[in-house]
């Protein structure tokens, strides 16, 4: 199976994504953990993205297809994936739709976590505190909201025209999204697979 999961930061796509592939067999790839690796890597990748990613901004999309290439085709081939944090734009979908369609790696279903705004902010602060994540202050968050309503949002008409997509209440506790995202990859499954 090959998913990809849309949320805001902070609608929890990491933690679902971790859990969803666990429960599936899927290998589970983040954009974001990828480019943050490079940047402890400080490999060249890691030095061009430090400053945007500091910003909250998104990088560009050839180093994110760059980064991303290898882990999607060697999952494709290995029981399927979820991607978290990609694509970003619907530039960027397309652009992976396809790079991917031909070696059969595209995606079958987006996954859209939603969670209110205020919502969002509360859990972003948090986690900012506890994990001291340097994009998780106050004006960065902000930006990083204004940057997912602005230029991520635009996804989710592009897979609902392509019927590709399922909508979660991500509002909730995360076990409750989790079993309730389980289920209903479980009803597609069969759609999907073979
Ligand atoms: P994330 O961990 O998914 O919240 O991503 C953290 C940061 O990495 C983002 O704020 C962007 O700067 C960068 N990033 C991750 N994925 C992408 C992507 N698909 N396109 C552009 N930038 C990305």
Same mark, same amino acid.
């Given at each position: 199976?090959?998913?990809?999961?849309?949320?805001?930061?902070?609608?929890?796509?990491?933690?679902?994504?971790?859990?969803?592939?666990?429960?599936?067999?899927?290998? !589970?790839?983040?954009?974001?953990?990828?480019?943050?690796? !490079?940047?402890?890597?400080?490999?060249?990748?890691? /030095?061009?993205?430090?400053?945007?990613? &500091?910003?909250?901004?998104?990088?560009?999309?050839?180093?994110?297809? #760059? $980064?991303?290439?290898?882990?999607?085709?060697?999952?494709? /081939?290995?029981?399927?994936?979820?991607?978290?944090?990609?694509?970003?734009?619907?530039?960027?979908?397309?652009?992976?739709?396809? $790079?991917?369609?031909?070696?059969?790696?595209?995606?079958?279903?987006? $996954?859209?976590?939603?969670?209110? /705004?205020?919502?969002?902010? &509360? /859990?972003?602060?948090?986690?900012?505190?506890?994990?001291?994540?340097?994009?998780?202050?106050?004006?960065?968050?902000?930006?990083?909201?204004?940057?997912?309503?602005? !230029?991520?949002?635009?996804?989710?008409?592009?897979?609902?025209?392509?019927?590709?997509?399922?909508?979660? #209440?991500?509002?909730?506790?995360?076990?409750?999204?989790?079993?309730?995202?389980?289920?209903?990859?479980?009803?597609?499954? !069969?759609?999907? #697979?073979?």
């Amino acid at each position: 199976m090959r998913l990809l999961l849309i949320g805001a930061p902070g609608a929890g796509k990491g933690t679902q994504a971790v859990r969803v592939a666990e429960h599936f067999g899927l290998t !589970h790839i983040s954009s974001g953990d990828l480019l943050r690796r !490079h940047i402890a890597e400080e490999t060249s990748i890691g /030095r061009s993205v430090g400053a945007a990613m &500091h910003r909250g901004d998104l990088v560009t999309d050839g180093i994110v297809m #760059d $980064v991303l290439r290898k882990p999607v085709e060697a999952a494709s /081939r290995n029981g399927g994936y979820v991607l978290d944090g990609f694509p970003r734009t619907v530039e960027q979908a397309e652009v992976a739709y396809l $790079v991917a369609r031909d070696i059969g790696a595209s995606v079958q279903v987006a $996954v859209f976590l939603d969670v209110p /705004r205020p919502e969002l902010v &509360h /859990r972003l602060l948090e986690r900012g505190r506890a994990a001291n994540r340097t994009d998780d202050t106050e004006d960065v968050i902000t930006r990083r909201l204004r940057v997912f309503e602005e !230029h991520t949002l635009p996804l989710l008409d592009y897979y609902r025209q392509r019927e590709q997509l399922l909508k979660i #209440d991500g509002a909730r506790s995360v076990d409750e999204v989790t079993a309730a995202l389980v289920a209903e990859l479980e009803a597609v499954r !069969h759609l999907l #697979d073979g």
